[in-house]
């Protein structure tokens, strides 16, 4: 289906093909028509489904016809969980919004960098506000901003935003509303407390739920490769020397891990760089700037400083580390394979995380064949399971975890849709099939 018939007037449609976007996405197709027509809308829709236009379209052209507000007025508010993708839905916004005749005013506003700019830029009010919701806070606190004129708010990542334990947050927020307001919900996964939260904000909502399916997620060929715990530095390496991967995203668990790869990989001549919740914002933007501009052709993350990234052309995701939770497996796996393209998914198992691993594809319902690479075999021997799965390692919840989940209300992970239930058996030159089981 084309631009064309969703109602956008002609300067959206133009800033949307300025980008290439020739064919709606489904979710683009089933929310837009509904926003412009200012229905509350409620979305089970993952990253990389096109979602952000599918809301900020409507949303512009919505704006850009009624009035403008005065004084510390905000218009339109977007609620996301992270910096990086409150910043890259700012530009996406920005840019759909260059060619309306009577431009809007949009501000970026997060934590983790002083407030003062972000005071001075409010002056005047705004037309959309995308936010982290601390920050938000703060700035009302000091009475930057006000959020009574608002007339539409969008939740992005909404599940995220939970999970991070912005619930009470939120509650705040919402209090600051005005009752008669547009409510647009996009969430890629429905917890208990997410749904509850939902019901509470939407009225007559269009519901649609975007399956992941080869429509809208595009393959993501997805591979597990058996290597001994000390030896993945050296695999990583030999898998990005030996494969024509212009960028490659590395997940790890800690922000050491991220320097400390990142610097072996450098040693060994590759542009890596690292990427963790604890640099400064500059830095964070500085890494990112550095791999989207192919000067960096490894970016090692922690999941934190990753979420919600949109790289284009990023053809493999490698979880040196696996991820805790079966649904950050799967927002991490999303980072590849964006806008159609196809991507890859490698995870390194070892002796210690093959049992975890199991669990993560338990719940997407799939079962990859593992793979060992020449030279890199692993040696070391799985522990037993222990009676009833108990006891293994990386299966337990943190305590921070248990805490945001209790902060959240959610008593347990979501099961996750496939993504790629029968990946083929195509693929890399790099590794041998094994049949399944150890020597
Ligand atoms: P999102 O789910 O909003 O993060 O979008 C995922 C990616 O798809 C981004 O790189 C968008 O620029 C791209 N995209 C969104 N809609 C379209 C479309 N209709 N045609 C082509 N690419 C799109």
Redesign the pocket.
């Known amino acids: 289906m084309p631009f064309s018939s969703l109602g956008l007037t002609e300067p959206l449609q133009r800033a949307a093909s300025d980008?290439?976007?020739?064919?709606?996405?489904p979710v683009?197709a089933a929310v837009i028509p509904a926003i412009l027509e200012g229905r509350d809308v409620r979305a089970a829709a993952q990253?990389?489904?096109?979602?952000?236009?599918a809301f900020a379209l409507p949303l512009l052209q919505r704006l850009s016809s009624g009035p403008r507000e005065r004084g510390r007025l905000v218009r339109a508010l977007i609620l996301v969980p992270t910096r990086e993708l409150a910043a890259q839905i700012g530009a996406a916004i920005r840019h759909f919004g260059r060619y309306l005749p009577a431009p809007l005013k949009t501000l970026v506003v997060y934590g983790g960098v002083s407030i003062n700019p972000q005071m001075m830029a409010l002056g005047g009010g705004a037309d959309v506000i995308v936010a982290t919701p601390g920050r938000l806070l703060d700035l009302i606190g000091h009475n930057a901003v006000s959020l009574a004129a608002v007339s539409t708010l969008v939740l992005d990542e909404a599940d995220r935003l939970f999970a991070l334990g912005f619930a009470e947050e939120l509650g705040r927020i919402l209090a600051l509303l005005p009752a008669r307001r547009q409510s647009l919900l996009f969430s890629a996964t429905f917890p208990p407390a997410v749904q509850a939260f939902a019901e509470g904000l939407l009225h007559d909502p269009l519901r649609i739920e975007i399956a992941a399916g080869p429509a809208t997620t595009p393959a993501i060929l997805q591979r597990a490769i058996e290597i001994d715990a000390p030896r993945r530095t050296q695999l990583l390496r030999h898998l990005i020397e030996t494969n024509p991967w212009p960028r490659v995203l590395v997940f790890v668990a800690t922000k050491y891990a991220t320097e400390h790869v990142a610097e072996k990989l450098r040693r060994a001549g590759l542009a890596a760089t690292a990427l963790h919740g604890e640099l400064s914002q500059g830095a964070r933007t500085q890494a990112l700037a550095d791999f989207k501009a192919a000067k960096a052709r490894v970016l090692v993350a922690t999941d934190v400083a990753a979420r919600g990234l949109?790289i284009?052309d990023l053809p493999v995701v490698v979880n040196y580390d696996l991820p805790r939770s079966p649904v950050d497996y799967v927002h991490r796996i999303g980072r590849t394979g964006?806008?159609?393209a196809s991507g890859a998914a490698v995870s390194f198992i070892s002796a210690e995380t093959d049992a975890h691993f199991r669990l993560i594809e338990k719940r997407q319902g799939l079962r990859l064949d593992r793979e060992q690479v020449a030279g890199f075999e692993p040696v070391e021997i799985a522990p037993p399971l222990a009676p009833g799965g108990g006891g293994v390692k990386g299966r337990r919840k943190s305590k921070k975890d248990k805490l945001r989940e209790a902060a959240a209300g959610i008593k347990a992970v979501e099961p996750v849709p496939p993504l790629n239930p029968a990946p083929p058996a195509n693929a890399f030159a790099w590794h041998r099939r094994l049949p399944r089981g150890r020597p």
Do not use: F, H, I, M
């Open positions: 980008w290439n976007y020739l064919e709606v996405t683009q990253t990389g489904s096109g979602k952000t236009a949109d284009a964006r806008a159609g």
